[in-house]
């Protein structure tokens, strides 16, 4: 009896097995990704000024390259669901305007940004380019390097002798459009523009000075990190 039982086990779990098996393959061959790598610059646009000791000091952030990659599923012919990783340097410059020539202080950093996106294509070409919008949501770090960190420790932040940099996280949204044309039946180009827009970041300097830090960033504003890319969308699964 329990021989028999054993057996009949084995049978149904080999029958579950290869339902189970063929299931997947059909999943797998109706399944559409598409994978990308992209590789351009950013220009973010976040100048402020502020004031530290009755002195007026200005802040910028410096252009840098930027890579991504991710993937991408079709919802249908015109929607598709993205989901994709941006990286690259964008270093903080702080200048003292009571002084001249305005020769900045630079405080190395990297901004990395994980998003979630809807891209929407058009249901025209032209010439052989395909258009399409964008608009998703993403969170941003902006991150000193450990050389900026020590930096602003030993050397200090606008007029204070000492100051505590560290990364600041950010959630914030993606504007952006662009276009593919297709190179051959699974490899496409694709030229890409998009505006993250987050809020200004502080680099962990408070925005006012207290018990903890004698430095201070005294600014709440919009930053703009426009990143332009061009790259090879690479289309996987059933087309």
């Not at 997947?24 to 950013?42: E, M, P, T």
């Not at 459009?177 to 490899?187: F, N, W």
């Amino acid at each position: 009896m329990m021989k028999k039982t054993v057996q009949g086990f084995i049978v149904l779990a080999a029958l579950l097995w290869s339902t189970g098996g063929a299931q997947a393959r059909d999943l797998l061959k109706d399944l559409q990704i598409d994978v990308y790598g992209l590789g351009g610059g950013s220009t973010i646009v976040d100048a402020q000024n502020f004031t530290s000791a009755g002195r007026l000091f200005h802040t910028r952030m410096e252009p840098g390259y930027k890579f991504s990659f991710g993937v991408s599923i079709p919802y249908n012919k015109y929607l598709s669901i993205e989901s994709g990783y941006t990286y690259g340097p964008n270093n903080l410059v702080l200048s003292n305007l009571d002084v001249f020539p305005h020769v900045g202080t630079v405080y190395a950093s990297h901004t990395y940004i994980g998003n979630l996106s809807a891209v929407v294509h058009a249901p025209v070409v032209f010439h052989h380019f395909r258009p399409y919008g964008e608009v998703g949501v993403e969170y941003d770090r902006f991150s000193p390097t450990k050389q900026a960190i020590d930096y602003a420790y030993y050397n200090g932040w606008a007029a204070a002798a000492t100051a505590n940099m560290n990364h600041n996280d950010k959630f914030g949204f993606s504007l952006g459009a662009g276009l593919d044309r297709k190179l051959t039946r699974r490899l496409s180009l694709r030229i890409d523009l998009r505006d993250h827009v987050t809020g200004a970041p502080a680099f962990g300097i408070p925005y006012a000075p207290n018990t903890n830090s004698i430095a201070s960033y005294p600014i709440k504003a919009r930053a703009d990190d426009i990143v332009y890319e061009a790259g090879f969308v690479y289309h996987l699964g059933k087309l």
